[in-house]
């Protein structure tokens, strides 16, 4: 389903009742009902809710297998929740709240025409929004407090820039004392060890929005901040693919048992 | 003088020795020696960083008056050290280091045909940059120390977009305790009050880099976010004029005992 | 007026009524009534149309003195008709059709939000559009015609490029036998003498849509192919200010005997 | 070999000598002698130019099975060439010279840093370029001539758009004396029929760059301008893949007897 959240509720309640496997690009099933009805408005089928898993496979493979109902991810949870998973996974990030700024193709603002993808109103700028707070803000820091097994905060500030696809996710990770930038390659390493989805980069590279655009690709880096305490946690996706339906789908073949990059693997960049 | 550091120095060194006053938009005289050669190389005429004085003329316009040595700040430092003044100022700022994430247009490489500048490799992408350290860095935590009065760190993590003219910084200021949304916005009333190229946009506003572009204007937020302890202080400037030529003659006009704005005041934006 | 075209000639009325003076932006008072009416519909009140005047001050300057009625020139009429006036004022254009093919910012298609104008539909693209006809052949035909003293045929392509401002116009005009380079540079000479918004290039150079954007300025170059009998004529004008609002304000300077550039001659590009 | 016409020529001399088949994708092989050195220089090697043979498999396709040495056309030739060839074989074009004016995106500068593909000079501005004369034209007449039996004179004249990837052409071919739109539309179904990388596309549709980007596709139109006696054949292609390497690949395939398609069909855009 790709409807508006509420709307894809409803009829996923419909579908589920008739037997029919759902997975949903909404927000209706991402969160549980206390936090989705603070974020978003009252759920109309919560009795689905603890049945509903996130469909980030790399972090939820084991509970994609056989999954009925699969909530796909948002688009700037997936960047930020991958890009720095590896850390809150490995106790690597301390208390303090995580900072994630993000730069986001206009596809993130739909195919609607609005005053505000209007190309004279997009081209040759670049600005923030939503800087008082954005709905995806609590889905981040839920993705992290899981993987923490403690409450994470998270400032997530987006922002708008002139391009097509893609998301760039520039986090800053506050650092418990005495972490190595060895133990943070370690943990990324083991993060994407036997993904096919998910690439490393060596030292020096960054991620690329135009390298991942058209794929399901991630890339990925970290750079070890020491005088700061922090790492800079880097991640590139499409929203389009990866941040949405490609994400959706990778969900979907681990939940049917299927190769995991059927109808993904092939994709490939055009870059020029 | 608009030459790279160190060719800046030479030059400016014989031009003070006769008596010439001289307005170096390069680095050469931004830094005492012990961080110039920190952060640059050997410093040719180091007697002569005593005398200059630091062409921020929001900041420093006292000093400016009759200098005859003026150092343009770097266009980032503008950008971040206005964003933030006053915060750091009003001791508004915790000891936790400051995030600078910056966003650039194109016309922050500089002129020369590079394959980095390539309009193929620009458009429709972006991308972090210099993650492990930026020569600029420093420049902004020094500036940040004088106004706290204390060491204050920096992270400073500039992205390329695919813009000609702009810096957007966003930044996250760390707050000591109790600091309310109301001692913020006092902090930046404060600093902008008869400031002609200063402006606070109302509350739910961002700054915008194509409504400064062309111009000296330059234009600044702030988001409190008490949840994280933080404040989102934003700015937006055009790195070609504000960024370097334009604040130049700012700080110019001030030394010279002029009206500050001459040559700057009629500049206005082309925005479609 | 700026209204669409029908609505204003509606208001036009009243006001001409009242004893107002009206400059109109639409093509309600570009055309006569039955070439009106054949391109867009119903004229509302014909009575006015022998009495307004085409607002193009260059080719109109003696009509507009004291003009109560300007008919503000359409945004590829005026590009076209300064592009190639010369040829046909000199009567160095043949009896074949003019080829105009023209290259419009995203501007030109207004600020209303539509599907047409949204980032993603305009951004690393190039399209023809109205190929099958464009409601502006007829009144740059119109133009032409009445400075050939005779009917000239046009064939007119409107292509929408990624760019915001600006409106590039390449024109094939089919020569008489034996017109020379010489003839055809001096006829455009004897078109620019002592206008301060027309330029004619050096040999060499082009039209660049950029370096007119936010100006009132038009360039122009013409070169020679007389193996084609051809002279390709090119102009680049800023469709938001020569081609429609500065156009419209040089033609009332003249209207009331103000300076020509009152309002317009400060304007100057913010080229990167 | 993709490298520079005379380059590549000495090199395609050593290799067919010693027995190998080369595919070139300079203009070493393009032309016949006496045209290729008034259009470029001397040739080091006439003697293979009789075996050369045209890359462009719809036109071509006879010549190239097991041919040895292959041209592989310039990027503005193909467009043009497909875009009207359906005009000229059906001997519909008069004597009137062809207009073909091109579109371009910045690819077809090519990779190398200069100044003209510095983004900040071509962002949000398009242009003309070498209207005197540009080295397609002679290849895209000696095409046209080939297909009508008798010399055709060609206007070209290229220009620069703010995009990655793509050629669009618009051509305005002037036709013999009673040439119906449906004759038209007829010679270019017959073009397009059972070509796999043709397209003509529905009446009232216009090919787009963004389209065919990453593609070997080409798409088709025609608009019958009766008043004008012109016909507007319009084309659009990805100059780095149908424009260079795909069309390569494809004359190859037909060479080797290989299936057309091979390491092209796969090829899908990436249109957001």
Redesign the interface.
């Known amino acids: 389903l790709g409807l508006p959240h509420g709307t894809s509720a409803r009829l996923a309640d419909q579908l589920l009742e008739r037997g029919v496997g759902v997975v949903d690009l909404s927000a209706s099933f991402r969160l549980d009902r206390e936090l989705y009805e603070a974020t978003y408005d009252e759920h109309p089928c919560p009795h689905h809710l603890s049945g509903a898993v996130y469909g980030l496979a790399e972090l939820h493979r084991e509970q994609l297998r056989g999954a009925r109902l699969i909530a796909g991810p948002g688009c700037f949870p997936t960047g930020v929740t991958l890009a720095v998973a590896a850390a809150y996974r490995a106790g690597l990030a301390s208390a303090?709240?995580l900072?994630a700024?993000c730069?986001t193709?206009?596809?993130g603002a739909g195919?609607k025409?609005?005053?505000g993808?209007?190309?004279?109103n997009?081209?040759?700028?670049?600005?923030?929004?939503k800087?008082?707070g954005h709905r995806h803000a609590p889905e981040i820091a839920r993705n992290l407090s899981d993987l923490a097994g403690r409450a994470v905060?998270?400032?997530f500030?987006p922002?708008l820039?002139?391009?097509?696809?893609?998301i760039?996710s520039?986090c800053?990770v506050p650092l418990v004392d005495g972490v190595s930038r060895a133990a943070l390659r370690d943990a990324l390493s083991a993060l994407v060890e036997g993904e096919r989805f998910l690439e490393l980069l060596p030292p020096?590279r960054?991620?690329?929005?135009?390298r991942v655009?058209?794929t399901n690709r991630v890339e990925l880096?970290v750079?070890h901040?020491p005088?700061?305490?922090?790492a800079?946690m880097?991640s590139?996706i499409d929203n389009?693919c990866r941040g949405s339906s490609g994400g959706a789908l990778q969900a979907l073949n681990v939940a049917l048992g299927l190769d995991e990059g059927a109808g993904l693997s092939?994709l490939t960049?055009?870059l020029?």
Do not use: W
């Not at 997009?122 to 929004?129: E, I, L, Q, T, W």
């Not at 820039?161 to 893609?166: D, E, H, I, L």
């Open positions: 303090a709240p900072i700024d730069k193709g206009v596809t195919v025409a609005s005053l993808t209007h190309f004279c997009v081209a040759d700028r670049v600005m923030p929004y800087v008082e905060r998270v400032r500030t922002h820039v002139p391009v097509r696809r893609g760039l520039t800053y020096g960054q991620p690329d929005t135009a655009a058209g880096q750079v901040d005088a700061n305490g922090l800079v880097t590139a389009l092939q960049p055009t020029p």
